[in-house]
């Protein structure tokens, strides 16, 4: 695909991400089976040839914006949080980024902005926190909210310690 064309994608839809893919490597992760990570280049919008290799471990942490708009991804968690941040710092925290490392103008990324990213958070990701178990209000500042979730992945860690012996 032209690199023209891949700048005029629309990568804050669902259908931009490779949920098969994902879904396939959850599985093989919770099976125990490494998986291969592939590598993405943002600036050119691409997968590079290299990937990183993933190793099973008790707890995998799914992290996206979209990642509760799959039925599918949805039955592969066993606990769902959903880091409820305000539209203004969204924004200045993508604008930041993108011209810092995606070599993106401060014109681009408004102009992508109020073309995809809005419209798409509203339609797909705003819509989809109610399928969380957990809502963390305030970006992710809300220690009480980290506390419990925290607690919950020690417990599990625990269980996961108990239940090979001693050995992780």
Avoid: C, W
């Amino acid at each position: 695909m032209p690199l023209d064309y891949r700048n005029a994608a629309n990568f804050d839809h669902p259908d931009a991400v490779d949920n098969e893919l994902l879904i396939n490597h959850l599985k093989k992760l919770n099976a125990g089976e490494p998986v291969e990570l592939p590598i993405y280049d943002f600036r050119t919008h691409a997968r590079l040839p290299d990937t990183t290799p993933i190793s099973p471990k008790p707890i995998v942490i799914v992290e996206g914006i979209l990642i509760f708009t799959e039925p599918r991804l949805l039955e592969q968690m066993d606990i769902k949080v959903f880091v409820d941040t305000p539209d203004d710092i969204r924004f200045i925290r993508r604008l930041r980024r993108d011209i810092a490392e995606r070599g993106r103008t401060l014109d681009s990324v408004i102009e992508q902005y109020i073309a995809t990213v809005r419209p798409m958070h509203i339609q797909f990701v705003e819509s989809s926190k109610r399928f969380a178990d957990v809502i963390i209000p305030e970006g992710g500042h809300n220690l009480v909210s980290i506390d419990l979730i925290s607690g919950k992945i020690r417990e599990r860690l625990a269980r996961s310690f108990d239940s090979v012996g001693g050995q992780s």
